[in-house]
């Protein structure tokens, strides 16, 4: 065979003896000489980095994305600046509470981030299948993981800890019945709907803002499992999801999503209803109609998982021009965790890495760390000002100057502050849902709550039950019968005042 490749170490040194260790006679102990064996075996056992706290288990994938609808009127972005506009992109889909092993069929919201190599820079869309959140505030979101995650005494998921938390916390029940409906178990990744979830704010040419909601549907359609499919489905293959996008992709049947967009004036903002910036709600379409964008495809399955899958890195704070940021409480906190996070599990480098790299020109002080890679930097200089090199700031990326309503500086409460946690999901229920779909949502969410354990039992349901009442009476009702608890009229009635 011609043109065959010499075995080398990860200096590039050849060597001979890949599976024969070096040792004393035949049947002697091994030599430490045999640096071949200890470099295979040192980095054998640093092969894994720390998994995501959160969206550990995860699906990627690249492919295009092509403008088909004019949004210059909103956005100076050079990637909306005219139709037929195309770029590179990168998306990872997700589970939420589950480890990297887990099954992909679990209850769970997923998570949908993506990546967009536009000639402005690398723009992150990191969000989830849902339009909404459990919590509004990301001080809160320490704790409301914990309680998705494994309890500290028997380390097991505890529905006990989950209804406990959510019970304390209305704010959550809008999020809890689209996740306890049969949208919690999506039919693998390309048969859900994807949202930026936040209020996101473009910013036009004549630099005015509006507020904005991106959604991106499935053009596959939406198809779930129901509770026991996705209980059946867990134990035939827990990869399904990956196995599903993975073979459709391969097969030339490229799923593909509309990006749409709905868009608030700032006056429309400060007049709303409710606070158009709480993730844990949403913006009526009747008023905010969908205006179609563009089209997302995906094409291409990485050809090493780990390296672009696992290693792939998203921030909120990853915004171009043209585009930032709102007021929203879960926003702001992510624009720093989620960057901080990938420091920690990848690196201070992990923007070197291909698939998080930009493809265009990077210019910026940043020097050293772990793994830095290329020639760092070079000679050049690593401050800034400086006589040497011809970088400076373009004044036409100078941001927002956003005008605050007062100066005061408080912790506001929020029992007090935007506290209708009911008429979202009572709306979700009675309208949005059809008779199947509220059967199925009854039936799971009674099926979870039966694992309710312990002397706190009767306390967590009863609170939980008062938020249901509260958000559609027959929604309460049908719960508490399935559960056989028995609600009174002057509870009922207390419990929707």
Not at 93 to 105: L, P
Not at 163 to 170: G, I, K, T, V
Not at 349 to 361: D, G, I, T
Request: glycine share 6%.
């Amino acid at each position: 065979m011609e043109n065959k490749k010499k075995l080398t170490n990860a200096a590039g040194i050849p060597y001979y003896n890949h599976e024969d260790s070096q040792t004393v006679g035949s049947r002697g102990p091994v030599l430490l000489q045999d640096f071949i064996l200890q470099e295979n075996l040192a980095h054998f056992v640093r092969e894994r980095i720390p998994e995501r706290i959160v969206h550990a288990k995860g699906s990627g994938a690249y492919g295009k994305f092509t403008v088909t609808g004019d949004i210059s009127k909103y956005t100076r972005a050079k990637l909306f600046s005219k139709v037929g506009n195309e770029c590179k992109m990168f998306a990872r889909f997700s589970t939420v509470g589950g480890e990297k092993g887990s099954a992909d069929t679990e209850r769970d919201p997923r998570g949908f981030a993506l990546k967009f190599y536009t000639e402005d820079g690398n723009w992150d869309l990191v969000g989830n299948n849902t339009p909404v959140f459990f919590i509004k505030d990301a001080k809160k979101f320490p704790d409301f993981i914990h309680t998705q995650k494994r309890v500290p005494r028997t380390n097991l998921k505890d529905h006990t800890v989950m209804w406990d938390y959510w019970s304390l916390n209305p704010e959550s029940l809008h999020q809890v019945l689209i996740l306890m409906s049969d949208r919690g178990t999506p039919h693998g990744y390309r048969h859900m709907h994807g949202y930026g979830s936040h209020t996101f704010a473009m910013i036009n040419e004549k630099n005015e803002r509006h507020w904005v909601k991106f959604h991106f549907k499935s053009q596959q359609g939406i198809k779930n499992f129901n509770n026991e499919e996705a209980a059946e489905m867990k134990g035939k293959n827990p990869d399904f999801a990956q196995e599903d996008l993975v073979d459709a992709i391969d097969n030339g049947n490229f799923p593909k999503w509309t990006m749409q967009i709905q868009v608030m004036t700032e006056e429309e903002a400060k007049n709303f209803r409710w606070n158009p910036f709480d993730v844990t709600k949403v913006w009526p379409h009747s008023e905010y109609p969908l205006i179609d964008v563009g089209i997302m495809e995906l094409n291409e399955v990485p050809v090493n998982y780990f390296a672009h899958v696992e290693q792939s890195t998203f921030a909120p704070s990853n915004l171009i021009d043209g585009i930032s940021f709102s007021p929203d409480k879960m926003l702001q906190g992510r624009l720093f965790s989620y960057a901080d996070a990938h420091r920690y599990r990848v690196g201070v480098n992990s923007h070197h890495l291909p698939v998080n790299a930009c493809p265009f020109q990077v210019n910026n002080y940043q020097r050293d760390g772990y793994m830095a890679m290329g020639d760092n930097g070079g000679d050049a200089p690593n401050y800034f000002p400086n006589s040497f090199d011809n970088i400076t700031p373009d004044p036409a990326y100078k941001p927002f100057e956003e005008e605050l309503d007062s100066a005061h500086v408080a912790f506001f409460d929020r029992n007090k502050d935007d506290n209708d946690h009911y008429t979202q999901p009572g709306l979700l229920y009675s309208k949005a849902m059809n008779d199947e779909d509220r059967k199925n949502l009854i039936h799971n969410i009674v099926e979870h709550m039966k694992g309710i354990k312990g002397e706190k039992k009767d306390l967590i349901i009863n609170r939980q039950l008062c938020h249901f009442f509260r958000a559609n009476i027959d929604l309460g009702i049908k719960i508490a019968a399935s559960l056989g608890v028995t609600i009174d009229a002057s509870q009922m009635q207390h419990s929707t005042q």
